[in-house]
């Protein structure tokens, strides 16, 4: 069975910085790709990709944080993160994190909620 876990959202003051986990059980990340999703909460938004980092080859990210995130992968422990710095409120979203085995297989993780406030 395939799990994926997120990790490492918390509250932060704007300004600061956050890294999440995603692990990832049951499949190896090696061969896919693993992207960040993320959606403001009670705020009807869709789920708004982040970025994503390929099995091989340099990680993109959206334009309203690349300046800031960073994406990277250790495919020897299963697990991806996300550098988060200079946080802004509008940053406060749940974090998804999502691995594409292929066209028509994917996994999600449940989320991890980063909150933006002083």
């Known amino acids: 069975q395939v799990q994926l876990v997120e990790s490492g959202g918390g509250l932060v003051q704007p300004g600061g910085s956050l890294r999440l986990s995603c692990t990832s059980s049951?499949?190896?990340?090696?061969?896919?790709?693993m992207l960040w999703y993320r959606q403001a909460p009670n705020s009807g938004k869709r789920r708004e990709l982040v970025?994503?980092?390929?099995?091989?080859?340099?990680?993109n990210l959206a334009d309203s944080v690349k300046a800031r995130f960073t994406i990277s992968r250790d495919n020897a422990k299963n697990t991806m993160y996300l550098q988060m710095n200079n946080l802004k409120s509008e940053d406060t979203a749940v974090y998804y994190c999502?691995?594409?085995?292929?066209?028509?297989?994917?996994?999600w993780g449940k989320g991890t909620l980063v909150t933006v406030s002083s």
């Open positions: 970025g994503l980092a390929p099995a091989s080859g340099s990680a």
């Open positions: 049951g499949i190896s990340i090696g061969d896919y790709v």
């Open positions: 999502n691995l594409r085995q292929d066209a028509r297989v994917e996994y």
